[in-house]
């Protein structure tokens, strides 16, 4: 299964984004990578590669990440990395949402998973 | 110890480890009017980290040595600096494989400055790092291709590019990174990023311009050992135009 990894930074608002995510498809690996490597505020490459790794059961790991450094530090976690991953271009909670959704399905690729991330984009709420 | 260049490097690394702590507060409050208020924090954490391999970082020839300081400063500063500064500095590192002469030293710049907006997604005029990197590698390659300068006077016009660099930042509204969210309220202040990239180049020159003193760095240098009497680290920003 395609997993999800949620990049904040917040240590916080990761794991609520995943808590969030997991009531619609709890089968779905989702990983949260929130907070500086002191706890505090920031990103943390290091941790997002360590996500990722637990993330990926084999078929890749689309990454979702909110503000700025999130995907630097992200891009240089999918280099670290062994794992088959790619960065969506979403926002963060909503795409995390949609993308967990379609990965719980059988037919569920890295592809079609990263779109479905993507489609968050054009959502919209009123 | 692992020959002269990575001595060199350590003392460089000393300089600027100084140098961040000084100017920690400044920076964090430059960040502080148009960002998320951690550059000058952040830097003075990565640089602590980095200082505390010294004795690891002796034993390594240049090009490891600086990977490991980028690696380092990834593994430790949180923010957008870990990434950029770290990212470009690791990356770069490979140019220095055969030493450091003015050629590797220029290769590494240009690496650096490609790398780094590569990762920021950032060109000349976004309020980034970007703005002091980009006119001081093309004055570097300018004086160490053209002009045939000495690598110490070349690195001294380099920093002067730079720091025209850094003023440029002021009345820039920013594209890219946390003060893209500010707009208008983003001008008139200069981008922290671009201020501490000026604050290496600088202690990079007095670290450069000590040692060729010294007669201790590369013949090449020691040609050129004369009066040199840190034209560098004087000339400090002093933020004065943020009034």
């Known amino acids: 299964m395609v997993g999800l990894l949620v990049v904040s930074h917040s240590a916080k608002a990761a794991a609520g984004i995943v808590e969030i995510a997991a009531e619609m498809a709890s089968d779905v690996p989702l990983v949260a990578a929130g907070g500086d490597p002191d706890g505090g505020i920031g990103t943390d490459a290091d941790a997002i590669a360590a996500g990722l790794d637990d993330a990926d059961d084999g078929e890749g790991v689309v990454v979702l990440v909110d503000l700025g450094s999130a995907s630097m530090n992200a891009e240089l976690a999918v280099e670290m990395s062994d794992a088959d991953a790619v960065l969506a271009d979403a926002p963060v909670l909503e795409g995390t949402v949609n993308a967990a959704v379609h990965a719980a399905s059988s037919k569920a690729t890295l592809d079609s998973t990263l779109d479905a991330a993507e489609e968050a984009r054009g959502m919209s709420k009123l | ?243």
Do not use: C, W
Not at chain 2, 5 to 21: F, K, M, N
Not at chain 2, 44 to 59: C, L, M, P, Q, Y
Not at chain 2, 106 to 119: D, G, I, N, P, S
Not at chain 2, 227 to 238: E, I, K, L, Q, V
């Open chain 2, 1 to 243: 110890m692992s020959g002269e260049d990575t001595e060199a490097l350590l003392d460089a690394l000393d300089r600027i480890d100084a140098r961040l702590h000084d100017e920690q507060d400044y920076l964090t409050e430059l960040d502080s009017r148009v960002g998320d208020a951690d550059h000058g924090n952040n830097l003075a954490r990565g640089i602590s980290a980095v200082t505390e391999k010294r004795d690891d970082i002796a034993e390594m020839e240049i090009d490891e040595a600086v990977k490991t300081v980028g690696t380092t400063l990834i593994s430790e500063v949180g923010g957008a600096a870990g990434p950029l500064y770290g990212g470009s500095i690791m990356s770069a590192s490979q140019t220095l494989e055969g030493g450091l002469d003015a050629e590797s030293a220029l290769a590494f710049a240009e690496a650096y400055r490609e790398k780094l907006m590569q990762r920021g997604d950032a060109r000349v005029g976004d309020k980034t790092m970007v703005d002091a990197v980009t006119p001081a590698v093309h004055t570097f390659q300018r004086a160490i291709e053209e002009d045939d300068l000495p690598p110490v006077d070349a690195l001294a016009k380099a920093v002067d590019a730079a720091r025209r660099g850094v003023a440029y930042t002021v009345p820039l509204r920013a594209s890219k990174g946390r003060a893209s969210y500010l707009g208008l309220r983003a001008v008139g202040h200069r981008d922290p990023g671009a201020t501490s990239t000026l604050f290496v180049l600088e202690e990079l020159l007095a670290t450069a311009t000590d040692r060729a003193g010294e007669a201790s760095v590369t013949d090449a240098y020691a040609d050129d050992a004369v009066a040199r009497d840190g034209t560098a680290s004087d000339a400090n920003a002093d933020g004065t135009e943020d009034a």
